[in-house]
């Protein structure tokens, strides 16, 4: 009996293993919409968290959420969305992670000037970490020319997963709409595990009876 219940575990311990590795991209969206006219230094939604980091220095620079129809010179939107400017301390920056510490990947974004009209073009760095120790860049640069709106930017198949944070680094921006992914078990794969449990419960009775 003792041998039989080996065998059960080290069975299901490769069936979680399998589970583990096939998986799909669930996919979330960041809109800003929870907490219009917020202001600070660390903000989540979706399990997705903004930090601002401060290599150097004591004086802090604020990400805040704009509501839509409300400000003069800044970017027009319909909806909320987050901006950030680097005016009291050259060196921060605005990170992003999971609160679950999970890896993720980023798909698209909707980036501007957060000064409308926007006269001059200037890039967004994306700095991503990645879990295998390498790190990715996408460079973003707004339109300039005058622009008052948002602009949709796609990643780069490099950040489609496997993150564990990225670093945007730029003078400024405004943000809306990002779009993420996070591995998740496949439910077919999940729903074939619980099958698979099941009848061996049944077997595992039917020998002890």
């Known amino acids: 009996m003792k041998l039989q219940c080996v065998h059960f575990f080290k069975f299901l311990t490769t069936i979680c293993a399998v589970v ?55 970017p027009q ?19 992003l992670s999971l609160t679950s510490e999970a ?5 698209s974004v909707q980036l501007a000037d957060p000064n409308s009209p926007s006269s001059l073009a200037f890039p967004i ?14 460079v973003f640069t707004t339109p300039g020319g005058g622009a008052t709106t948002f602009a949709t930017y796609v990643f780069s198949p490099l950040f489609a997963s496997g993150l564990t944070s ?15 992914t996070v591995p998740e ?6 729903a074939g595990l619980g099958l698979v449990v099941l009848r061996v419960r049944v077997v595992w009775k039917r020998r002890r009876a």
């Open 166 to 180: 990225v670093d945007i680094i730029a003078p400024r921006w405004a943000m809306d709409n990002l779009v993420f």
């Open 185 to 190: 078990p496949s439910s077919v794969v999940l």
């Open 20 to 74: 583990w590795r096939t998986t799909t991209q669930g996919q979330g969206a960041i809109t800003f919409d929870a907490h219009p006219n917020w202001i600070g230094t660390y903000y989540t939604e979706s399990g997705m968290a903004f930090q601002l980091v401060v290599p150097q220095g004591q004086s802090l620079d604020y990400m805040g959420i704009v509501p839509p129809s409300t400000y003069q010179g800044v």
């Open 77 to 95: 939107d319909n909806n909320p969305f987050m901006w950030w400017l680097r005016q009291n301390n050259p060196y921060d920056y605005v990170s």
């Open 103 to 107: 890896q993720f990947g980023l798909t």
């Open 125 to 138: 760095t994306f700095l991503g970490f990645k879990a295998d120790g390498l790190s990715v860049t996408n």
